[in-house]
């Protein structure tokens, strides 16, 4: 069976950080599944995954507080309120080796417990999350941590969540992963966004704010290079920013403009970290689609 290209770029970053670490016995496979709790009274939860195995030990963390922001509380204006809820799960595991799963990624709820945009976003997201602890799991399968490097730094995968837009048309989320297995020279980390139309229902595509035809990857490629090479670690990492389609996959709608995310490695070595560039609507004006899900952000 081929592997997805998620299940490929988790492992390809797991074995790329595995500097050290030597073959040592298998671990048993592990499903660590994210789940939408059902809606609390609080608009704030604490949600633990399910226990995948006997020797697991569970551990609940509490929420960090929720600061209110134009994204945590019910949207003004719209027919159909919309809200984030936070939740939290963390487990961790030690049979035969000590390693941690942590989801910290919010629930979307909505004033209609049946709204069915608002369940189909939810069902990315939480797929999403599956795929990727999934894979973290499968990869300590194939490259066991050795066990000398027990009590030093112990393997663990999060997933973190960062909110943008919420508006009653869109809205965005990056998943802020990272991860690491016992014995490697260092963690890894990478992003994945998730960016919903409400009014067809669907995930969107970069292609779909602009109008049909328009080369939109030149002029937000070129932006990014102007603003990357004021930077003492672009040099050599070029063709990290070209105008692909793989380069721009990580975006997110603000109010400001078109963020790009950069993974570790992709405009710079490991030690400059993640990179973000806000591209301006008023640079893209010409090219959005005033009609389509990012047109109301031109106003």
């Known amino acids: 069976m081929q592997r997805s290209p998620l299940l490929i770029m988790v492992t390809a970053l797991a074995t790329a950080a595995l500097a050290c670490a030597s073959v040592g016995d298998p671990i048993p496979t592990v499903r ?5 709790a059902v809606p609390q009274a609080s608009a704030t939860s604490t949600m633990t995954m399910a226990d995948p195995t006997e020797s697991s030990v569970a551990v609940q963390t509490r929420p960090p507080a929720v600061e209110p922001t134009p994204s945590s509380a019910p949207e003004a ?8 809820e936070d939740h ?41 999350v599956d795929e990727m602890t999934t894979a973290f799991v499968d990869d300590l399968i194939l490259y066991p ?97 070209a105008p692909d389609d793989l380069n721009y996959r990580s975006w997110n709608l603000t109010d400001d403009g078109v963020l790009i995310s950069f993974d570790p490695y992709q405009v710079g070595p490991y030690a400059a970290g993640p990179q973000e560039i806000v591209v301006p609507y008023n ?15 031109l106003n």
Request: proline share 8%; charged share 15%; aromatic share 14%.
């Open 32 to 36: 660590a599944t994210f789940t939408p």
């Open 77 to 84: 204006g719209s027919s159909l309120d919309r809200f984030w």
């Open 88 to 128: 939290i799960a963390s487990n961790i595991y030690t049979d035969p080796v000590t390693y941690t799963l942590e989801v910290n990624v919010p629930v979307l709820r909505a004033s209609d417990p049946g709204d069915a945009p608002t369940a189909a976003f939810n069902g990315i997201v939480s797929a999403r």
């Open 145 to 241: 941590p050795d066990p000398a490097f027990a009590g030093v730094l112990e393997s663990f995968f999060s997933v973190n969540a960062t909110r943008f837009a919420l508006t009653p048309r869109v809205v965005s989320l990056r998943l802020d992963v990272a991860g690491y297995v016992a014995g490697a020279a260092h963690p890894y980390s990478f992003s994945q966004t998730v960016n919903f139309d409400f009014a067809a229902s669907r995930e969107l595509a970069l292609a779909d704010l602009f109008a049909p035809g328009v080369d939109y990857l030149g002029p937000i490629s070129a932006y990014c290079i102007a603003e990357l090479e004021t930077t003492d670690f672009f040099l050599g990492f070029e063709s990290g920013a």
């Open 283 to 297: 640079e893209l004006a010409a090219l959005i689609d005033p009609a389509g899900p990012a047109g109301a952000f």
